[in-house]
């Protein structure tokens, strides 16, 4: 008898059934926390069954495939459960047609082994697994992303080795194979929380070989090139911080706006001119490809706590999605870029950066580009004029404009080490 069969069969019993109750559960704020200890268990023993436990056994694409639809149910629940609302549904994206130079990596944290699915453009599935517990995985995860703001040390060099012998070596010859150019995260847990650009093989950082992405989930996409659009930016900013006193000031934000003002049309509403009210007026009468906030803000895994600093009071993140879908009624040309550049992931708090996921897909943006920590405001500028400098002059798509930007910085030996450059995380549409 296939008791492993038998297993499966009620484990996706059990995930239908949950999805049917998400509704139910989304209602009550305290599911929040019972979703943690009960649902996500559930997905993850069904991928522990699907998965095998080393790297010998052979498994066929349609168990892999299987894991990789319930990897995306999982993010689906988790960024609904985050607001606790039914915010988002799936929706099959076909990245081979939109980028055939694209493959998409799913780290999957098990209880006692790392277990990580790529999909490929011909929609193939690799798969590599490695022995570790949960416990020592994400010991090892907040360790790099520890080390990696320290700007005396190096001790991120071993660090992120490690991540890349988890997540990329096992694929590399694979890669190289398929002319891969741009790797699509769709992070798991503690993942959430680390600049995958940083990765290093020894000789060279990840964004050194390819354009780096982050999805919250390959079913969220709404793949769609920026360029087709124009560059329009509506930026908003603080240099000051005159209501919001525990806010230190962002003296280059200035310059900031003025290198963007080169490159792009652009609206600007800046220190006692950025406040709510001027954000709606602004926003229901111009529609804007681009919104760029250079302002203090947090992601935490309490919605509620993530928000951004204006002038007069902080945005949380329903605030913003009610302002940036007044700039769209109808839903036909939502904002593509939303750039987040002085945010920061709350400290301490293991889930803030399914805060990020969820600003990205809850603000309506097809991509956010936001910061992992508080970034060194100069050099914000420094990469935010770089990084306009390639959207607009050399047309090049978001992921490889941040990919150069980066590059740029590495070339700067003011700005080289990673604490400066690798913080800046593109979540969503890449293209």
Request: hydrophobic share 40%; aromatic share 10%; with cysteine.
């Amino acid at each position: 008898m296939d008791f492993k069969k038998e297993a499966i069969a009620a484990y996706l019993e059990a995930v239908r059934s949950l999805q049917i109750l998400t509704v139910d559960l989304a209602n009550n704020r305290d599911n929040q926390f019972s979703f943690q200890e009960k649902v996500d268990p559930v997905y993850r023993e069904l991928l522990s069954l699907l998965l095998p436990n080393n790297n010998q056994t052979i498994v066929s694409q349609q168990t892999l495939e299987q894991a990789r639809q319930q990897i995306e149910a999982l993010q689906v629940a988790q960024i609904n459960n985050f607001f606790n609302d039914i915010c988002v549904e799936n929706e099959p994206v076909d990245v081979a047609e939109i980028d055939p130079t694209a493959a998409i990596i799913y780290p999957i944290i098990l209880s006692d082994r790392l277990a990580v699915l790529v999909s490929l453009p011909d929609k193939s599935l690799a798969f590599h697994t490695t022995k570790i517990t949960q416990k020592e995985l994400e010991k090892q995860v907040k360790q790099f992303r520890y080390n990696i703001v320290i700007r005396s040390q190096k001790a991120f060099f071993d660090d992120g080795k490690v991540l890349y012998e988890w997540l990329i070596e096992p694929f590399r010859e694979t890669l190289e194979e398929f002319k891969i150019e741009t790797l699509l995260f769709v992070s798991d847990g503690v993942f959430r929380n680390a600049p995958m650009g940083a990765l290093y093989n020894g000789q060279k950082y990840l964004i050194e070989n390819y354009k780096v992405a982050v999805s919250p989930g390959l079913t969220l996409l709404s793949p769609k090139p920026l360029q087709n659009r124009g560059l329009k930016t509506l930026f908003g900013g603080l240099t000051e911080t005159f209501e919001q006193e525990k806010f230190v000031p962002l003296f280059y934000v200035q310059q900031e706006l003025k290198s963007i003002q080169k490159k792009v049309p652009n609206t600007a509403l800046l220190n006692e001119d950025f406040t709510l009210n001027n954000l709606e007026k602004v926003l229901k009468n111009q529609s804007f490809p681009i919104v760029h906030f250079a302002t203090h803000g947090q992601f935490s895994s309490d919605f509620e706590q993530t928000f951004i600093v204006a002038w007069d009071s902080y945005i949380n993140v329903l605030q913003l999605e009610k302002l940036l879908k007044e700039n769209d009624p109808r839903g036909s040309n939502p904002i593509e870029l939303l750039i987040l550049s002085a945010c920061e992931t709350a400290s301490g708090d293991s889930r803030a950066a399914l805060g990020l996921a969820g600003f990205a897909v809850r603000a309506g943006a097809r991509s956010t580009l936001a910061t992992l920590w508080s970034v060194n405001d100069q050099a914000a500028a420094v990469i935010m004029e770089q990084f306009y400098k390639e959207l607009s002059t050399n047309k090049l798509s978001k992921a490889e404009a941040l990919r150069k930007a980066q590059s740029t910085m590495l070339k700067n030996r003011w700005y080289r080490h990673p604490f400066y450059w690798s913080a800046y995380t593109l979540v969503g549409n890449w293209l």
